[in-house]
């Protein structure tokens, strides 16, 4: 893969990153009390409406906001991981661009549509 090629894939992977932190920090926060390297928890919305006695006040509105939230960090903890994987791997040694499970090279249009793949089409299916 050229270098030109490289730092422009650099480059966006580096603006999805902040993106996908900023979304992190929008619905969850750093779980620093697990000492989990790069773990979130999702947070649990408080609408201010405490006409639910029967569950401590908590609505279900919040409960089903609380769930999305859930599904929500993970996948972007995931995300976040193929990014900072990828990061490593331009900055680390030529694995970048090669598939982690056959060791192929990965094809350039999926490099362009996902920076962050791991694997090859053929791997990944």
């Known amino acids: ?3 030109k090629t490289k730092e422009d894939l650099r480059k966006r992977l ?3 990153k902040e993106a996908t932190e900023k979304g992190l920090g929008v619905i969850s926060k750093r779980d620093v009390e697990d000492h989990v390297p790069g773990d979130f928890d999702p947070k649990f919305p408080n609408y ?10 908590v609505s279900p509105g919040e409960v089903a906001d609380y769930l999305v939230r859930v599904y929500d960090t993970g996948e972007l903890e995931s ?4 990014i900072q994987a990828a990061l ?6 030529d694995n970048f661009g090669y598939c982690e499970k056959c060791n192929e090279s990965i094809d350039n249009a999926r490099m362009q ?3 962050a ?4 089409m053929n791997c990944a299916k």
């Open 1 to 3: 893969m050229e270098d």
């Open 14 to 16: 580096l603006k999805e």
């Open 48 to 57: 201010g409406d405490d006409n639910y006695p029967e569950m401590d006040g």
């Open 79 to 82: 995300r976040l991981n193929d």
């Open 88 to 93: 490593e791997k331009l900055d680390g040694d």
């Open 113 to 115: 549509a996902n920076p």
């Open 117 to 120: 793949a791991r694997t090859c």
